[in-house]
């Protein structure tokens, strides 16, 4: 989204946990609050059915939100063990992407 000035709503989801975050071109990007590790799948642990619905529920108010120029939610929305927390995420100085280096698009 950095690269091509384009707004992204990205959704991820495992077991009972879920996240949302509007990721805008002028913010930090997806690598800023992201690290490169090997992490469970969904293939291996499964994911909860309300879980995938909520966190779907989530994404599209957000986008819904931003396709009628209302004000996306800015913080990460994180939802675990039935409750939604907001977390702040700060951009990396160091973050490739952020600084034109775009590896993944090469």
């Not at 913010?27 to 779907?56: R, W, Y």
Request: with cysteine; charged share 30%; net charge positive.
């Amino acid at each position: 989204c950095k690269k091509n000035k384009k707004v992204w709503i990205h959704s991820a989801a495992v077991k009972d946990v879920g996240t949302v975050k509007v990721i805008k071109p002028t913010k930090e990007c997806f690598m800023c609050f992201t690290k490169e590790a090997e992490q469970d799948t969904c293939e291996q642990i499964g994911i909860l059915n309300t879980t995938s619905h909520i966190i779907a529920s989530l994404q599209v108010k957000e986008a819904i939100k931003h396709i009628t120029k209302n004000e996306a939610e800015e913080k990460l929305i994180r939802y675990k063990d039935n409750s939604i927390s907001l977390i702040k995420v700060k951009p990396n100085k160091k973050c490739r992407c952020c600084n034109g280096q775009y590896d993944y698009l090469n």
